[in-house]
Every structure is written in structure tokens, then in C-alpha cells.
């Protein structure tokens, strides 16, 4: 019982983590699929075929390039203003500070149905031709908030003493952003925009109100689902994910090397003489 409990919470979070990959592993799985017929969701046999020829499928490309274009764009764009607000919010009081750090968080509380509605409603009064340009600007309003909430998490363990030091070195406002502040945030806003790049090229509530005739990836999939569903679906959502985890793993490992490398160039402490050290010796 007693190694039980020890590893009881290590067994569970094992259990939960297999629990949140199976679907993962089973889109994985399929994309090795020979399927007989349109649809890929009976496994025929085993082939690498679909990986070779991934873009065999009309369209399925310029859906994919698309995708990334946008989700490029909208991940810099995003990520820029959502470290600058996070900034903001954290190191400076001014009027409205409250209600901006309110809604921040509205993108990610309101359902994505009523936003795509309500982008829509504003493109037509405003008569913008929905496309590439609508759709860059819907998803730069919601990775925004992933952004800053990221971002901002760091920002309030940042050490300020840090800054104060090279400021007293004789090191100007730039210089100190430039030299310590980001490179110390990097980790959290290259975390930032992972999460938002994977938000925006996996989004089709909202992209499917303000696409117009572009048409992405998630939108591809969902059209072509109702007259078949061929496996190079599951080779570029696969792809997709695997890139993702090799940068999120790059990323840990840059942020643990970082860390190491902070507390190796930490300069001893001095030692102390005995005759200081101890009361007596005054």
C-alpha cells in the first residue's frame, strides 16, 4: 500500500496523458492507411505512400500553404502586441488599466460561434471583402489573448533587479530590453506563439464566417469530409502535430539550458574570514 501511494498520482498522470493522446496516435496510425475505398476510417493495410504523395489530393496544397501563410502572420503579428500589452499592464498603472486587462480575456471566454457572427456582422457594415485580410484579422484579435495571458504569467516573476543592475552598469532603457528583458521573456513568448500559431492553423469556427472564397486547411477538411476522407488529411494533421511537439520540446530544452547556464556564471559567494565570522573575535 505504502508504494502505491507513492506512486499513485505518477500512475494517474500517466493514465490522463495516454487518455489525451490516443485520438493523436489514432490520426497518426491512419495516415499509414491503404484505405479501398474514399473514406479512411477501416484499416486495409500498411503503406508510405500517402506521406510520399501527400499532396495527390486537388487542392488539399494551396489549403495547406494557405493555412500557413496565416497562421504566420497572425502568430507575429499577435505576438508582438500581446508582449507589448502584457508589458503594459504589468509594469505600468494607468486609467483603464482594469478594464483592458478585462478584455484581454473576452476573446477567450466568448464562445468562438458568437465572435465569427459578430467579425462578420462588422466586415459587411464596414464593407470589407471577407478573405485572406479578414481572416488575419480574426485571428490576431483571439491568439492576442493567449498571448498576453502567457506572456503576463512570466512578467510577474520577472526579477526587476536584473534591469536595475544594468541600468546602474550605465546601460540605457534599449539596451536593457535588448540584453536582459528579452532574452529572459523569450522562452514564454516563444511559447506564446506556438500556442498561437497551433490556434490559428487548427481554427474553423471563426475562419469559416470570415474566409470568403479562401479556403484553409480546417475548412478543406470539413468540405471534403462529406464525399470522402482521403489519409493525406491524417498526414498533414500529423505532420502539424509532430512539428509542433519538436518545437515545444526544442523550446524546454532551450529554457533548462538557459537556466543552466544563468547559475553556472553566478559568481561565488566571497568567503568570509574566521575573524569576522565568528562574535568573539571583536
Not at 112 to 126: K, Q
Not at 209 to 224: D, H, K, Q, R
Request: glycine share 4%; aromatic share 12%.
Amino acid at each position: 500500500m505504502t508504494w502505491i501511494r507513492r506512486h499513485l498520482l505518477t500512475g494517474y498522470a500517466i493514465l490522463a496523458f495516454c487518455y489525451l493522446l490516443l485520438p493523436v496516435s489514432v490520426v497518426l496510425l491512419f495516415s499509414f492507411n491503404a484505405p479501398a475505398g474514399r473514406f479512411n476510417y477501416v484499416w486495409e493495410g500498411f503503406t508510405f505512400d500517402n506521406w510520399v504523395h501527400w499532396d495527390a489530393v486537388p487542392g488539399i496544397r494551396d489549403a495547406v500553404v494557405k493555412s500557413l501563410e496565416i497562421a504566420i502572420v497572425s502568430t507575429i503579428a499577435a505576438t508582438v502586441l500581446g508582449t507589448l500589452i502584457a508589458l503594459a499592464i504589468v509594469r505600468h498603472r494607468f486609467r483603464g488599466r482594469g478594464v483592458v486587462n478585462v478584455l484581454v480575456f473576452l476573446p477567450m471566454s466568448t464562445p468562438e460561434i458568437v465572435l465569427g457572427a459578430s467579425l462578420l456582422t462588422l466586415f459587411i457594415n464596414a464593407r470589407v471583402v471577407t478573405g485572406f485580410l479578414t481572416i488575419f484579422i480574426a485571428h490576431v484579435m483571439f491568439i492576442v489573448s493567449y498571448v498576453v495571458v502567457t506572456v503576463k504569467a512570466r512578467l510577474i516573476d520577472f526579477d526587476r533587479h536584473l534591469e536595475e543592475a544594468a541600468m546602474d552598469l550605465g546601460a540605457n532603457e534599449w539596451v536593457t530590453f535588448r540584453k536582459v528583458t528579452l532574452p529572459l521573456l523569450a522562452p514564454a513568448i516563444l511559447s506564446a506563439a506556438l500556442l498561437g500559431f497551433a490556434l490559428s492553423i487548427d481554427d474553423f469556427v471563426i475562419t469559416y464566417f470570415v474566409a470568403g472564397s479562401t479556403t484553409t486547411f480546417p475548412l478543406f477538411v470539413w468540405g471534403a469530409a462529406r464525399v470522402a476522407v482521403p489519409p493525406q488529411v491524417n498526414v498533414i494533421a500529423s505532420a502539424i502535430f509532430l512539428v509542433s511537439v519538436l518545437f515545444m520540446v526544442g523550446n524546454v530544452l532551450w529554457a533548462v539550458r538557459a537556466a543552466r547556464r544563468a547559475r553556472e556564471s553566478m559568481p561565488a559567494a566571497l568567503p568570509v574570514p574566521d575573524q569576522l565570522s565568528r562574535p568573539e573575535a571583536a
